[in-house]
Every structure is written in C-alpha cells, then in structure tokens.
C-alpha cells in the first residue's frame, strides 16, 4: 500500500527559500521537492547538493513543465508572487505563495480570480504565524471561549535594529512598513476578530534611522483599526530593537484576555548574574517561526493530499493587503482612511 | 531640638481619602493630621476613631481656618477640587490636590493661576504613578540613558469587570473613561517624552456593559497620540478586566525598550496547580499604588520642609486635562483632534 | 479617646538597628520610640537626630529602667540576645528580639523559660520572612487548602558575592553559614509543615572563597531535613551569588506547589535592550524584606495593645536553633544527625 | 551525487517507540527507517500504514538479518536493553538505546565492554535532555564561561499525578523512582559538572499514594549527591504533580546561575482571567521533549554517516546507573551510600 505523495517544485532559494526547501526535502510527510527553480546559479547548485534536488531550472516557465509535478512552492521576489500563482494555476498545479500574495490590491484580485477558477486547487499564501503552535492553540482558546467574544487586537511586529540599514532600499519594492510589517499582525486581527477593517489612522517617524523618511518610510509605527462591528486593532512595528525579534499579539474579549509570545525568549534558559536575572531572545522571524514554516508546509501538502482547502484564503491575502496600502495612506496623509 | 512637623487637615474621606487620612497619620514622617473635613458624619466619627484626629469640620471653610494648619489634602469629588484648591492657597496653606486637578481646562488654568500667584506654597497634584517606586525607578533609568532617546510611550489602566456597574452613574461627574482613567497615562507619556501632545485620535466602544454607550462613553477604548516633536503614545483603557487591576506601561527609546507593570501580580507568590503555573493579581489601584500613595504624601511634606517644588507641576495637571478633553471628543465626533 | 500607644526604647543601631529604628519612630502605629541604646555613641547621636529620640543610653540595664517603658527592641550583636531578652522580660517589658535568640540551645531554653515565667508579656523572635506579604500570603492559602496537604519544602538563602569576603570574620561568632543564613529557612519549613525535624544532611564546601573553609564554613551549601512525619526538607546557602539577594521558598502539597519570589526582582520593571530581557534584583535582605520588618513591628505593638500572643513563638526559636546546630555538625563530620 | 543514508530497524513501537517511529519515517534527514519489530501484532500493522514499513518482524533476531540494514533503534522494554544492545553490535549494527541502558550495573558494564569491541560502531543512550535546545545551549553557555565554574546542579523530574496509579505496578522492573525518574538528572549533573559521583543521602515518601510504599518505592524523593571533587548535586523527583510535567535543571557556578525549564509552559500563549495570569504546562515529556527526540535521533544519524561517536557514551549510561541504585540502597537503608 503506497501513501500518496506530492511531488513539489520550488521557485526561490534565497534565505526564506533555502528554509522552505529543507522543509520539504526532509522535515515534511508525504512531500518529495523533486524540482527547484531560480535565476541564481549558486542557489541551484546548493538545491543539488543539500536538497538532493536532481531538476534545477533557472526559467520558472520551464519548472511548470516538469513531468508529474503536483505543485509549486513560491519563495521569489514579491514582485512577481501574483503573475507565478496565476501560472502555475494556469497550469492545473496547487500553489503555495509566500506573502505578499500581491503587490498590490489589483494583483491580489486577479490571484483571488485565478484560485477561484480552479476550485479543484490548493492555493495557500504564507501567512505564518496562523501556523506557530502558540497562535494557533491561542485560536483554538478563543474559538472555545476562552476569553468570551474577541473585540480587541493588539499585534507587533519588531526587528532588530541592526536588519534596519538593510531594509531602506527595499521599501520600493516592498511597499514599506506597514505593507512589509503589519501584513501578519492584520491577518491576525482579521483572523481573531472574524471581521473586516472599516478604517484606520497610522502615524510613526523614522527615530532612528532617518534615511528611512527620505523614502516616505518609517523606523517604528502605531496604528489604530476600527472593524465594521466596531472591534478594534492596534499595530505596531519597529525595526529599531535591540533585544530581538518580537512579534506579539494580545487578544481581548469579554471574558479575559490572551497574550502570545510577550517575552519571546530564544529557549527555556534564565541567566542569572551580574547583569539581573534574564532570558535571551530569538534574532529573527526564521528562529521564531521556524515551527510554522514546517506546520504550514505540511498544512499544504496534507490539504492536497485530503481533497480539503486551508482555512486561510487568497481573500485573506487581498484584504491583508487593503489594509495594509490603508495604513500606509494614513500614514502619508496623516487622515483617518477608509478600506474599500 | 525638634525637628518641623507639618500639621495636616484632610478634606473627604470615602475610600481614596481614608487611604490618605491612615497614611497621614501613621505613616508619613515629620507629619502631623490634625483636621479632618467631611460632609457625611460617619466619617468623621471614623476620623476620630481611627486617626485620632481631634477637629473634625462639616464644612471646608470653617477647616482651613483651623489654627495653626500648615496644609491641606484633597480627597473630595471631583467638582470642587479646584475650588478648594484655590480657596486653600488664598488662605496661605499648602495644597494637595487629587486628580483631577479640576474638571475642565479652564478650572485647571485658574487652579495653575493661584498656584502661580502663591510660589511660598507648595502644590501638588496627585499623580500617584509617578511616585511608585517601578515608575520612578523606570524614570531614572530612562534619565540615565538606559534606553537611549524614549519615542514611545504604551501605558493602560484596566479595571476589574466587577465595578464597570457602579462606574456608568459616574461618568457626567467624572468626565468619562479618558478623563477618569487615561488621565494617568496620560501624565506619564508627557513625564516619560518630555513632550506636548498635538494631536489625538481615539476609538473605543461598549463591548460588555452597553449602558455606557447611553451615557455617550465606552468600556473598553485605544488612542493615539502624537507629540510636537513627532514622538507617539498608545492608551488604552478597558474596565471589563477579570484578572485585576492591570494598569502598565512601556517606553521604548533608540536603544530599548522599558515594560513597568505588564503582569500585576499580587504578590511574589505563584500557584503550579490544575489551572497551570499562575499569579494572582492585584484587585485594583488601592492595592497596586499603595506604596505610590504613601511616597506622593511624604514628598508633599518633604517639599513643604525643605522648602522645594515638586516635579510634578500645576500646569502637568493643566496639559494632562487638555488632552483628555481631545481624546473625549476623538472618540465622540470619530475625528482626529488637536490639543490647545 | 486616646488610643493607647506601647512606649519602646530600642538596643543595638547598627543597619538593622536603624532600619527597625525608622520603622518604630515614623511608620509603626501606636507605637512611640522613647529611648535608644548603643555602645557606639554616633549611633546614639544618629537616634536624637533622625529618630528624635531624647533619651539615650550606652547601658543597656540603664535604658531598661527608663520610666513609662513598655518594650523593648533588641538588634544588639547576637551574643547578647538572649541575656537581654531575659534581663528585660525580669523587668517586665515586652521584647522583641533579632534572630538569632541565642547563640547556642541552652541560651535559647533559658529565653523560653523566662518567657515562660511571664505569660502576661509579649515576646517575638524576628522570623521576619513569616511577615513578608508574600510569605504570609502563601501561608494563608497553604492554611486554606489550596495545594492539599503539604509535605516537602525547599528553601534557600542567597547572598550577593561581593558581601562574602566581610562575612568570613564573623562566622565565629554568627555560628557559620547554617545558623545564620539557613535559620530563616528551618523556621519556614517547620512553619509550613507543622512539624518537627528529626534528622538531617548537610553538604557544602568554598567553592569560591577558600577562607571560609579555615574556619570550618562554606561559602555554598545543601541539606536535607526529615521530619518526625517523613514530610521533608531542602535547604540551600550561597554566599556568592551575582544577580542579587535570592532568598525563595517552594511548598509543595498533595495537591499543587506553590513558589514565593522565585526571581528576586527589585520592581516591576523589566529592561529590554542587547543583553536581552532582564529584571533587575534586589541586593540585600534590608530591601527584599523591608515590608516584612515593618510588618513584624507592627504585629509586636499590636500584640502588646491586644493582649493577644504572636504566632511565632520562643520555642520556634528553639527549635530553629536546635536544626541550625544539627546542620553545622552534619556538614563538620560528613554524617547524619539527628537532632534533639 | 547521492547521498549516504542510513537503513534504520526499530525494535517496540509502544508509546516512545511510536515517537522515535515517527521521527525515523519522516523526520531525520537521512535515514530510511526499512524494519520494525515488535511482540505485538497491532503494532507492527501500524508501523506498515503509518510508518510505511515494509518488513516487520515479530522476531528481534529476524530483523537483525535483514538485508541492507544498518542500525537499530531499540524503544523495546527495559529488561532487554541491554540483551538486545550486545547482540545488534555482535552483529555488527550501530545502537541506539533507550535508557536504562541495562537494568543492573551489570549489564550496563557488559554493553560497554561491547561497545568497547566494536569501535567502528555508534552506539548511542537516549539521554534525550542533552539533545533539547535548552539543555545543549545551556551547556554550551555553560562550556563558555558564562556562570564560571559550575558546582552545583539542582535537577528534577516531576510527572502529573494522574499517571502515577499505573506506575505502582512497573517498579519491580523499571527499578524504581530513582532509577526510573532521577536517571536523567544524574546524568545532567554529571554532564554539567565533569566529575563522579562519590556518596549519595536519599530521602522519600508515599505522600500522595501510599501503595508505593507497600512496593518500597515512593511518589516523592529528594536526594543530595557529592562529587569526588566536592561538587554537590540536588535531585528531586515527584510523581503527583497536577501542573504538568515538571522537569527542570539549575547550574550554579562562580559567577552566576542558569536555570532550563523553570516553568515549563507549553507554549508562548499567557491566559489572563478570573484565575489570574497563567500559563497553561505541558502534559508529559513526549511533549517536553519533542525537540530532543528528533535531535537525538538526528545525531545518532548523522554520527554514523559522518564516522563520529556522540558525545554521550556508554559509560555515562553505566554511571548513572551506578548512581541511581546507590540512590535506591540510600533510601531503603536510611544511609549514605558510596557510590562504586
């Protein structure tokens, strides 16, 4: 008796890639990575080598072709994220896109178009931290009710300062803070609150680093959200700490309220000595996610594999996306903006 | 050689002012309560007992001509705060005033005003924050650089659900949740910022008890606030918490981030039990600022001894009101407001 | 109606002296600090001028026979403890008295049966850990149920390292490390498990600061205690710790655990920044139980104006001394001991 | 260019087994999990469907004749580990074991003899506590100097009381608490110390479950270690916890304390409501050690295909073993104990 299996190809190797990649080639049940695309040379030859990848492609059209595969992983610049999802779905193959699923909300439209054309697909887009085993048995408590009825979000998303000077000549691209950032803590709003952003008011400085204003950007930001039913989201982001990486999200409602990851230490270790009594943080979003970037792969390959569709949508990923060029209005215009 | 004491008359004695009356008379050094003043004759008769005060007085007035009385220390409801604040100083007697120092910006600009004319008095206005020991030492360590330059202040104050009931008749009285409760962090963000509010946008609702919606106020709101200087503050306020009295605060600056507070725990004491590892919580602000009211009086004595000022101003209680008043008629006309 | 208020003259004003000093003159209720005694005369001229006490003795039995005293409180050296105890309970005064009560279990006895000789006088041996709040607090739940039937505590007493080198001098006259940093936890385990120790085993060594084990003591040091019951005992010394003073306690029941200042923070403020998340501690015992000793005076004045007995009592005292001995000889012959 | 894998046969697929199955089919990068063996029908059928195993074996010996096999995995039960250890490296496999790596010292001594014989062969003893993140980066703190020279290890193992009945009936084979429970925490010491073992004191009891006495064995111990260059050990062990598994380790040394997995939270989510602020524990040490299960697998993997021997070898198996039966005789006896 042979379990199926889905036979995976993935376009982009670069750092968040390269981790995707090892995922399916090792960590995730039922999957064989038996293509790898990208227009590096070196990061081809490195799917060869760690991977055990034996077709590598430096065209993405190509990859598509490849005999018997099943479905694409997408790791490539977000530039092109919507015009690959659409492809590949063209192509009758499930898809799962890294955020942003768009770069705009017109692109993330024609994504939402081309997934529901293909009903007999998975598409999946990356948002993470659904996937963390602390967000999601959070979820699970609210869904339980454990807090009574959710009315109140407050998520951050912070870096370390020292990513900072890295980040300012991908604001172009990336769209900025709130695009780049708060993109999670609005999904985890949306997802927590069972509703849809009404309007938001956004304000934020570049403190630390100036450089980021000459680009219309900013080091740290606060923002407010009021939902429809009039729940409300506060977000914030800075790319300007220095203890680590510190994504955290508090949930209120009418009975209590749940926090995630408040003090997001590295391990279970407490250092006592002459500095007091404290913990080391995690670096980055790789060391913090790293088990959801395992769970939602899986998550992808087990919703192929049982005919099923994951809970988070490409319409999760378009109104994640308004809300996001929403607050970067505010931001720029220092008005209260409305969502579509 | 006996060192100067400071003869004491205490006007209002509910729960906030028996507080201060047992302080006064067991606990601040060099001082001496020997007035009390209360409309309710019980309390009196509790002045007698349980303070050994001697002059009790049903009428205000006919106190601050009490000979010999040094000072005066304001307990009573709000609407007459400034009145008798003013009525004090006229008659050359020190004065500690309860916020709010009056209950709209004009009483509070004639309150500053007297002040001002009388600079051989002392005046202080409560914000008993600043006087707890985990408030002030964050301040000194923010004045030492411990976080480089503070950008952002988040601060709430969050009451227990248990007396959301009783608060809903107070609100014409004690101007609503961002004049009653934010008032504080209010003060602290503009303490921690060394800087002016400009402008305001706040949003909120009655997601548990709707009988605040009738009275044109909230149970649970957020706001932002941003600074002359473009620096930024997060309030929040919720009066629908069950685990305690959860008032807390963090000052993020260019070099790191401060958090005062974030879990209240009642004391050093944690239950490991079928419910998990867990603290309990203090219930509310008597129980967490004890200490803060105990070292606002004795710096009331010390100032008048020492013959210095406090930090803590007449126009700190001025701007803080202003801004309460903005974040009230955010919430209420769903628009951005600017501060005087 | 005048309340009635204890008039107490205090000996020995050495740190401790001072601080219970301050206490009796300005925070204690109803008490009234009359008369000082030391051999140091700053110490006395300290008394008049920050205490204002007028009458001031360099002898003891001097002090004893000031008019109108009603008690006396001793932080003398601990060699005189127990011959002042008893000389002031012959003169019919209250005491209170610094642990140790004596420096050996025949001058413990002898205070117990002086006490003993005067049931109409209150004396209170300064266990002041059962009056920290958070110790008193964990009692009362323990009392109340909340983790069953206890039957194993472990506690220990930390100090900070730079105070060792200072503490070599004294072991000949403190009785080593088990008599005077261990008698607190001894008192605690009897306290929480309303038993009697039976046998013990105590290990240790100088791990850090080589002198300590020329005079037969250790600068670390483990122990267990069994009880008549078979309930047990963990206790722990170390002289050198860097983070600050870690005095903590765990009860562990049939039915749950419950843990008392685990981590030794000096506030509720906690510092985010490169060396990561940390709380400061605090650096000595004055400041982790400064409520405690307010606390302990309180309840002896009010024992004395009730008429009612402490809960701590002579024998306590005993019993503590007994089991610091037990220990001592345990960890000088590398055996088991059974006490008396 | 393929790369080496290794061909794995599992023996026991009970609960362990079925984690370290699990870990083998899917998880550990290179490795082929080709065999399992087990007494038990139902166990091998689900090592086919969920394993994907091909060939399964109701026979030990058979498996070892597998063609192409490589190394065995024995989570088979404790009276045949050390029996089935020598007769996989007699024919020429790599081992590894689960603990205990024998159930006397005997055996213990006579697996390391042919440990000894095959040096071309890994063998390697589930110490899983060495392969959590937290612990191998404590040691690695540890090996760095950040706490100075390490003298003391406080370490426990506490399970949730509701396992405990089903416990009584396995002490005649697992050995007992000390042997059962404590193993790891001898180990840890060991490990963190870098010395041996010289005399144990321990104490215990049936507080919780009396039917553990009736098998002279308890639900509760506490036991003190002294090393030959007098470094001291702490070790408790708890049978009746209602909060979770509870398995935590303190290193002390000259210049500071680590502490791994004080609290031992099951995830990043603190649930603040009417019982306070909490945390939710982990349920038992499958899944406190979920981490160090698929590591140590992963080691014993890559040790084999990169020629390396683990760092845990099997005479640190036989000298915690050692250990723990002098644990054992000291708690029976009432005794100090020497160990070998």
Redesign the interface.
């Known amino acids: ?3 199926r299996r889905v036979r995976i190809g993935i376009a982009g190797l670069g750092r968040l890639g390269k981790s995707h990649g090892l995922n399916l080639a ?2 995730v ?1 039922n999957a064989d990575l038996i293509a790898a695309c990208s227009i590096v040379p070196e990061e081809l030859e490195w799917a ?2 760690e991977l ?1 990848v034996e077709s590598v492609y430096g065209d993405y059209g190509s990859m598509l072709d490849h005999a018997g595969l099943d479905a694409v992983f997408l790791a490539t610049s977000s530039a092109v994220h919507a015009a690959q999802s659409i492809q590949a779905l063209d192509h009758g193959l499930h898809v799962f896109s890294e955020k942003p699923m768009g770069v705009n909300v017109e692109e993330c439209r024609a994504v939402e178009a081309a997934v529901a054309a293909r009903p007999d697909l998975v598409f999946l887009i990356g948002f993470v931290r659904r996937f963390d ?2 967000y999601s ?2 979820k699970k ?1 609210v869904d339980d009710g ?2 009574g ?1 959710p ?2 979000v ?1 998520s951050q998303t912070v870096d370390l300062d020292e990513y900072a000077p890295f980040q300012v000549r991908f604001v172009p691209t990336s769209g900025g803070i709130f695009l780049d950032m708060n993109i999670h803590d609005i999904d985890l709003a949306r997802w927590f609150l069972g509703d849809e952003v009404e309007s938001v ?1 956004a ?3 570049s ?2 680093h100036p450089e980021f204003e000459s680009v219309r950007d900013a080091d ?1 930001t ?3 959200a ?1 939902f429809r039913s ?3 989201a ?1 977000f ?1 982001v ?1 790319r ?5 990486h ?1 994504t955290h999200t508090e949930v ?1 409602g ?28 995690v670096r980055d979003f790789y060391e913090r996610f790293s088990e959801g970037f395992l769970a939602e792969a899986q998550e992808f390959v087990d919703c192929i594999l049982q005919g099923r569709k994951p809970t988070v949508t490409a319409r999760d990923g378009t109104k994640a996306t308004e809300v996001g060029f929403a607050l970067t209005e505010s931001f720029r215009t ?3 903006v409305r969502t579509y």
């Open positions: 008796m042979a379990t090792h960590r049940v060869r080598s055990g085993p602390s048995y959070a408590l454990a807090i009825e009315f109140l407050r008011y304000i934020g400085g403190f630390v740290n606060v923002a407010l009021t009039g729940k409300m506060v914030g800075s300007t700490a220095f203890h680590g510190d209120t009418s009975k209590g309220t749940l926090k995630i990851g408040m003090t997001p230490a590295k391990n279970r270790v407490e250092l006592f000595d002459s500095s007091g009594a404290r913990v080391e943080c220092k008005s209260i």
